[in-house]
Structure formats: C-alpha cells, structure tokens
C-alpha cells in the first residue's frame, strides 16, 4: 500500500514573516484560491492573535476555501486559541495549530517558564484547542534542539489530551538530514502512544537542507506530514519548499512509495503569483519553478533533450505548469475574451467592478504593447486587488526629464487620501528623482533597503515590476508595481509600500518573536 504524504502549506504564516513579505487580506486569499486549485491538503492561513488583519484574512479565507482545511497558528494560551477558533468559525473543515517552545535555551531566555510549566502549559492548550476542533496540531518550537527525555513526555501528553497531528519543528534550520530523520524515528519509537497522531516536518533552510531534512524526516522518521512553502518563501534563508518537496517524492516515488494529492500542473502559477505579490523574484535557477529550470545551453544537452527528452529531463516542464503558451490576447480582444483568460489562469475576481476595472488596465497596456502575455495579465490583476485595497496613495500621472550632463528631474501626481497632490524633485537619475518628489510630500521618514527591477516577460516592450522595501520603527514593507515605463512602475512601488506602512491592519505579531 502506497501511504499518502500530508502537504500542509504555510505560505500565509510562516512565509508572511519574511521580512517585507506581508499581504493583504485580498492577496491572501488570491494565494489561498490558488492553493486550493493546487489540491494543498491543509492552509495555514495566518496567525490569527497577531493583528486584527490576519484574524480578517483568516476569516475571509475560512469563508471560501471548501476542499483544503483551513489552519490557524496559535500560541499556546487560551486568548490565542479563541481567537484562532473564532476566525476560523466558517471553516468547511478547520485546524488549530497552537505551539510553546520546548529547548531549554527557548524556555529559559524567551519563555522565563521552567519546563514543568512548559510541559502544564501544553496540556492546557490541547485541552482547550480540542474544546473548539477536533483536528488539532501540536509543534514543540525548536524541537530538534530540545532534550529527548523531556520532548517525549511533552508529546505523549499532548496525544493523550487529543492532539491529532505532531510537528516537530527545526524551527533555527540546524539540522542535517540523517540526525533529523533518525530524531523522529526515536521520538516515534519511545513514545507510546505516538501512533495515535500524524507525524509532522517543519524545516527551516538556513543551511540550505531544509528539503533534505524534510524528506529525512518522512523517509528515515516516518512522518506523513511536511510543512512548506511556495518558492521556498520564509524568514531569514527561507522554509522548505513546497514544489521541491512534491516533486521528489512524485519523481522518485520507486524510493519513497508515497503518494501526494497535489495538482501539480499549478506549481508554477502559484509561483508567479506568490512571487508577484511579495516581491521576492524567484533565482532563475530555483529548482521546479526557476526560469531555467528546464532549460539547456550545454549542445551535448541539446542535442540529447532532442532526440530524447529523458536523456537530461527527469521531470516534464508541462507536468508542473510551465506553458509554451506566448501571445495570449492583443489590442483588439474583446471583455469576455479576457474573462475567459482569467479563468483559464485561475484567477477570479471578487466583483464585476473588478472586473471592469482589470479590463481597462488591460487595454490601457494593449495600447502601449503588441503582445500581451500571461504574466502581463496577472500583474494586471495583481494591481487591480492593489488599488483596491490600498487607497491612501493613489498614482495619478508623472512626467520626468533626463539628459546628459543635466540633473535628472520628475513631477509625480498623486493621491494623499483624497487630496490630489503634485510634487516636483531632482536627484541622481530618474528613479532617484521619482521617489524624491514622492517622499518630499509624504513625509514618511522611511529608510530605503531595497530597490530592485525585474522584468515580467522577454524583450524591450517588458513590462517592468519594480520592487521598494521601506524600513520604518522596525516595521518592513514591500511595495511592488508594474509599467512598461520603469520609472513609472518605481512610483507605484514607492506609493504601495508607503500604503503598507499607512495601514494599522499591517502592523502585527510575530509568533516565533512573542514572549
């Protein structure tokens, strides 16, 4: 019998607190229809205590996601826990995952518990949890660094009181891969009861093993649950990857003997849009999803990918969504021709205003470019959510001067609430001036970490997607925009992420952070 790995996808909570990664109700849950469409067997959607935001996303998530469970992360207290329960009230099937830290460097630096509170602690909130749901997951927060003795007591008294899924988190990324599998399979063996649960994975990849351990884990441990997400998306180096993981074990299944729900011919649209809406480019040689990732240079390659594709090709580039689909709609494209594009390529939008909306911006880009490609759609889209949801700071027009031997120039009109506001400024080029006139009326006092351009598709008439991260009372914010202008599409940036640091429903929690 082929068992059946759990996906359990944390894209929207654990790949959130990558720095300047934060999203929007709406993004969330544009991520979490694209989740479901790529069949993920649980989502967890947020942290619901850490601001009244993510409990809204949670909230809106639970109320249209029906075939995937949705989850909510909660610390280990009773206010956490109510607050997940109550955000995931519309659930069509709904998890609770509630931790506290088990290491004894957690406990006595972050915690001040001992670890009889810890192990009291735990119980409680399995206790509680179970009040509320009946599918409840248990993770011991830096569990691969925590003392065997004391880890297994917790656990089997965390399954006793009904925990139905245990995690077992390198929640630091220090593990290697045979240490880790072989620490599950321990755990599993001295634990009496640990039958009665899933085992689960959570790998963080700040050694670069955070696939490896995974699949130690489930290979050598035993577990049929891993934790992941799209692109790899995390703090610091980053978490497992969720099209790395399914593609391992779909590839080489004569060695795993595993089988997994997921569709995976939307691996690669979840990537693009996940990669859109937080910024974070994906390295052309990312495994699965980069650009190159099945592309050949070398004309030994070539030559044998031609006369047999398996010769260097271990996977279909089809199989996981890439599409030799080009020039998909043009200037002359009616709305329902576009409508019928947006479905082919997963999106929906929320209303007909939306809708009416995408298409304008549609044909406003037709004008300005020949060929429109499925990448311009979903920045459009991308957009379209934007301008809905951040409305503080609205790109009006610009207009900008630059020649040699002069000092660049730029006027910016834009939307301060609903005040039209215009701006003028010189700096060091075009970019430079932009963002001066910008910033010389907002006033935001914002520190500049990032500014990166990238463009969506091959050739000169590209749209550019520019993406700004501002640093402001140690809050991180993204912004990213898209125009065939970059100089425009660096207005829209700069005017996106001060819309971030605008909104209240953006300042939040970190759990792994939280005393």
């Known amino acids: 019998m082929t068992d059946k790995l759990i996906i359990f996808d944390t894209t929207l909570r654990d790949g959130e607190q990558s720095p300047g990664a934060s999203m929007t109700k709406d993004e969330k849950v544009r991520i979490a229809r694209q989740l479901e469409r790529l069949k993920v067997d649980v989502i967890e959607?947020?942290?619901?205590?850490?601001?009244?935001?993510?409990?809204?996303?949670?909230?809106?998530i639970a109320q249209v996601i029906k075939d995937s469970t949705v989850c909510s992360l909660a610390r280990a207290n009773e206010k956490d826990i109510?607050?997940?329960?109550?955000?995931?009230?519309?659930?069509?099937?709904?998890?609770?995952?509630?931790?506290?830290?088990?290491?004894?460097?957690?406990?006595?630096?972050?915690?001040?518990?001992t670890p009889d509170e810890v192990y009291e602690q735990a119980i409680k909130a399995i206790r509680f949890a179970r009040s509320h749901t009946n599918d409840v997951e248990f993770s011991p927060e830096d569990g691969y660094r925590s003392d065997v003795d004391f880890l297994c007591r917790v656990l089997e008294a965390v399954i006793k009181e009904g925990a139905t899924t245990i995690n077992v988190p390198d929640t630091v990324g220090y593990a290697v891969p045979e240490l880790y599998g072989e620490f599950i399979r321990t755990l599993r063996e001295r634990i009496p009861n640990s039958?009665?649960?899933?085992?689960?994975?959570?790998?963080?990849?700040?050694l670069g093993m955070g696939v490896a351990n995974s699949l130690a884990g489930v290979k050598i441990g035993g577990a049929r649950q891993v934790?992941?997400?799209?692109?790899?998306?995390?703090?610091?180096?980053?978490?497992?990857?969720?099209?790395?993981?399914?593609?391992?074990?779909?590839t080489r299944k004569d060695y795993f003997n595993l089988a997994v729900g997921i569709d995976t011919s939307q691996?690669?649209?979840?990537?693009?849009?996940?990669?859109?809406?937080?910024?974070?480019?994906?390295?052309?040689?990312?495994?699965?999803?980069?650009?190159?990732?099945?592309?050949?240079?070398?004309?030994?390659h070539q030559d044998g990918v031609l006369k047999a594709r398996d010769t260097y090709e271990i996977m279909r580039a089809e199989d996981v969504g890439w599409s030799a689909n080009k020039i998909v709609l043009g200037k002359l494209s009616g709305r329902n021709a576009f409508k019928q594009r947006l479905q082919e390529l997963g999106i929906e939008l929320e209303s007909e205003a939306e809708l009416n909306d995408a298409f304008a911006r549609f044909k406003a880009l037709a004008d300005q470019k020949a060929e429109i490609f499925d990448e311009d759609i979903t920045a459009i889209v991308s957009n379209t959510a934007q301008a809905e949801a951040s409305d503080y700071y609205r790109f009006v027009s610009m207009a900008q001067k630059s020649e040699t031997g002069e000092r660049p120039q730029a006027k910016v009109v834009f939307k301060v609430g609903q005040e039209e506001s215009v701006s003028q400024a010189e700096g060091n080029g075009p970019v430079d001036a932009t963002l001066n006139a910008i910033e010389s009326k907002a006033k935001s006092?914002?520190?500049?970490?990032?500014?990166?351009?990238?463009?969506?598709?091959?050739?000169?008439?590209?749209?550019?997607?520019?993406?700004?991260?501002?640093?402001?009372?140690?809050?991180?914010?993204?912004?990213?925009?898209?125009?065939?202008?970059?100089?425009?599409?660096?207005?829209?940036?700069?005017?996106?992420?001060?819309?971030?640091?605008?909104?209240?429903?953006?300042?939040?929690?970190?759990?792994?952070?939280?005393?």
């Open 227 to 250: 934790e992941c997400t799209i692109n790899g998306l995390g703090e610091r180096a980053g978490n497992t990857s969720l099209e790395e993981v399914v593609m391992a074990i779909k």
């Open 445 to 515: 006092g914002a520190e500049l970490l990032l500014y990166s351009v990238n463009a969506i598709t091959t050739g000169t008439e590209s749209q550019g997607e520019v993406t700004v991260r501002l640093s402001k009372g140690g809050r991180i914010v993204n912004g990213v925009g898209t125009d065939p202008d970059i100089v425009a599409a660096s207005a829209k940036a700069y005017l996106a992420a001060l819309n971030k640091l605008h909104d209240p429903s953006q300042q939040k929690l970190n759990a792994q952070m939280a005393p």
């Open 45 to 60: 959607a947020g942290f619901a205590a850490s601001s009244n935001g993510d409990f809204e996303a949670i909230s809106a």
């Open 267 to 300: 691996i690669v649209p979840a990537s693009k849009m996940v990669s859109q809406i937080t910024g974070f480019v994906v390295q052309p040689n990312k495994a699965v999803v980069g650009a190159n990732a099945f592309a050949h240079a070398s004309g030994i």
């Open 82 to 113: 109510g607050r997940a329960a109550e955000a995931l009230k519309a659930a069509n099937s709904k998890r609770i995952h509630t931790f506290i830290a088990t290491s004894a460097l957690h406990m006595e630096k972050k915690l001040r518990m």
């Open 195 to 206: 039958d009665k649960a899933i085992w689960s994975v959570h790998c963080h990849n700040d």
